[in-house]
């Protein structure tokens, strides 16, 4: 019954070499949230979504793409990963803005 | 720009005795409040959550409260056990209904 599911859990890549995390949701939220937590420290959001209008934060890296093919699934592609980017990416889902937020597990990518 | 200050950043309680974690915002248009819990390696989860038309919500052991003039709002939990162990966060919406986290408070419950 999990509502919102993010693959792969773990992701190591190499440096400068393109990842794809992927998200996917069985709410039908319209809105989906990419977000990076660092150890020890609170969620930073980088874009979201509201169907399929994208919003991409002021400081979030040109490195960081996303995309939203459809309702259901949001891709985050990091296309030259530096060490810096090794994080904790959280996709989370809410049914529309100020209503609460649904995280999926995430995917801790690991950069060589 | 609008922010989130959460205080304490830790607290250690003794099992039994009652937690409190701060935070303020800035963005007077604030009208969401959520409150996360987050364990170890884990996903954020939802513990309770404000509206600003409230000033106090209840769920068991856990309670939060709105001070909408001030711009505060405050976790409380009571009777805290081992298992309330983890990392707190504060957040409140933005314009544009974005969340703005805080900084997160460490809760640690000695048995």
């Known amino acids: 019954d999990a509502m919102v599911i993010q693959n792969p859990r773990y992701q190591v890549t190499q440096f400068g070499k393109p990842v794809t995390l992927s998200c996917s949701q069985t709410l039908n939220h319209n809105v989906m949230y990419w977000y990076q937590q660092k150890s020890s420290q609170a969620p930073k959001l980088l874009f979201h979504y509201y169907d399929k209008d994208f919003n991409n934060e002021a400081d979030t890296p040109d490195n960081f793409q996303s995309r939203r093919p459809n309702t259901s699934f949001c891709f985050l592609d990091i296309r030259s990963p530096g060490l810096g980017d090794a994080a904790m990416y959280l996709c989370a889902t809410s049914s529309n803005f100020q209503e609460t937020q649904y995280f999926g597990p995430g995917t801790r990518l690991l950069v060589l | 720009g609008e922010n989130v200050e959460q205080h304490p950043s830790t607290l250690s309680v003794q099992e039994g005795d009652s937690a409190v974690i701060k935070c303020t915002y800035s963005d007077s248009a604030s009208n969401y409040f959520p409150w996360y819990k987050q364990e170890l390696g884990k996903r954020p989860q939802l513990i309770i959550d404000?509206?600003?038309?409230?000033g106090e919500k209840k769920d068991q052991r856990i309670a939060v409260t709105l001070n909408k003039t001030a711009k505060h709002f405050s976790l409380h939990i009571t009777e805290t056990q081992p298992e309330d162990s983890a990392v707190y966060f504060c957040?409140?919406?933005?314009?544009?209904?974005?969340?703005?986290f805080g900084q997160g408070t460490e809760l640690s419950v000695k048995p």
């Open positions: 404000i509206r600003s038309n409230v």
């Open positions: 957040a409140a919406t933005i314009q544009g209904g974005k969340l703005i």
